[in-house]
């Protein structure tokens, strides 16, 4: 079936440290890739998106490349603020019947302290 | 420009009462999904409207869940009776067409606890 694998949270990390989370997933066919973001209080919002192999999404310092090759999209940013303390989801589309449809994985919480 | 709106915000009843959610999307936007977000777990789509049409329920538990989307606009979410293993965010959102590609838009979520 179709799915996103995320790593497990919370990550804690300091202000101004390296951000990686690890995304990849299984699909049958090829899905458009998101990163969505939830901040404490407030709905999910799409931080960055690809929609075929090779693609780099960025927003906010924050990037992600779509990678056929080792079904994966690891979100990554140079250096994290406090302000990017939020939970993160990796989510798919697929074409087709489910068109539209997002699969997510289970969400990363990340803290970052001052 | 008002994102999607969603109440209440926050629902808590005992079992085996009816509950009722209330979606408002964005204006123009002809597709609109919910979502059920469990503790620590991420969306799984319950239903997809495109206009006024379900066009993907396959995940809605239909003996106790059911939905509608009259004249293609708001859209209400209701589950008759609840048990308590309905506690959980039900997520509306919204996108302009069903693509693989278009971005959803989520509204704040109807957080649940059923007692």
């Known amino acids: 079936g179709n799915s996103v694998t995320q790593m497990e949270g919370p990550v804690t990390l300091s202000e101004e440290a390296f951000l990686t989370i690890n995304c990849t997933y299984t699909a049958t066919g090829y899905p458009s890739l998101f990163w969505y973001v939830q901040y404490p209080g407030e709905g999910l919002q799409l931080l960055l998106k690809a929609t075929k192999a090779d693609d780099k999404g960025s927003n906010k310092g924050f990037e992600a490349t779509y990678r056929k090759e080792t079904t994966s999209f690891h979100l990554e940013k140079g250096s994290v603020q406090v302000s990017d303390s939020a939970v993160y989801f990796c989510?798919?589309?697929?074409?087709?019947?489910?068109?539209?449809?997002?699969?997510f994985g289970k969400g990363t919480k990340l803290s970052v302290k001052p | 420009e008002a994102g999607v709106v969603q109440s209440p915000r926050y629902k808590i009843i005992e079992k085996k009462q009816p509950v009722a959610f209330w979606c408002n999307p964005i204006s123009g936007h002809n597709t609109l999904y919910w979502y059920l977000q469990n503790l620590g777990q991420g969306p799984e789509l319950l239903i997809r409207y495109e206009n006024e049409e379900a066009v993907d329920d396959s995940q809605l538990p239909k003996d106790r869940f059911s939905a509608e989307r009259l004249k293609g606009v708001d859209s209400t979410l209701k589950i008759q009776p609840a048990e308590l293993g309905d506690s959980a965010v039900y997520l509306c959102?919204?996108?302009?067409?069903?693509?693989?590609?278009?971005?959803?838009?989520f509204g704040p979520g109807t957080r649940l606890t059923v007692l």
């Open positions: 989510a798919l589309s697929l074409y087709g019947g489910s068109q539209g449809n997002l699969i």
């Open positions: 959102a919204s996108s302009l067409v069903a693509t693989s590609y278009n971005e959803q838009f």
